[in-house]
């Protein structure tokens, strides 16, 4: 995923000979995705949706402002900082991602 567009890349997508419609759709990390269909839990909404190290990242409540910060150790150590809007590129080989992107008008 392109993380300036928050859509594949199709730079990316045509180097590893990849067709766009085998990757799922991109979609917000705050929205209805479904509900329960059946058992104990039927007709509860299926809401929301967050990786791991972003999950950390805002139950730390690093979304207020560009500098803060959060850092986890577990199976792998993480740092996450947060930047605002706008994308750091890094000269010391650090990657860069999507914390939370902002909500994505889905078709």
């Known amino acids: 995923m392109n993380i300036k567009t928050l859509q594949w890349d199709s730079v990316l997508l045509k180097f590893f000979g990849v067709k766009p419609s085998v990757l799922p ?3 917000s990390s705050s929205q209805v ?3 329960v269909e059946h058992g104990l ?6 809401g929301g949706l967050i990786g791991d190290q972003q999950g950390a990242l ?3 409540k690093c979304f207020r402002q560009e500098g803060e910060a959060k850092c986890t150790f577990g ?3 993480f740092l996450l900082f947060n930047t605002g809007n706008n994308v750091v590129k890094s000269n010391n080989g650090l990657l860069g991602t999507v914390g939370y992107p902002p909500r994505i008008t889905c078709s």
């Open 58 to 60: 805002v139950g730390n």
């Open 41 to 46: 839990l039927k007709g509860i909404k299926i």
């Open 33 to 35: 995705y479904g509900e």
């Open 25 to 27: 759709k991109i979609v």
């Open 75 to 77: 199976t792998g150590a």
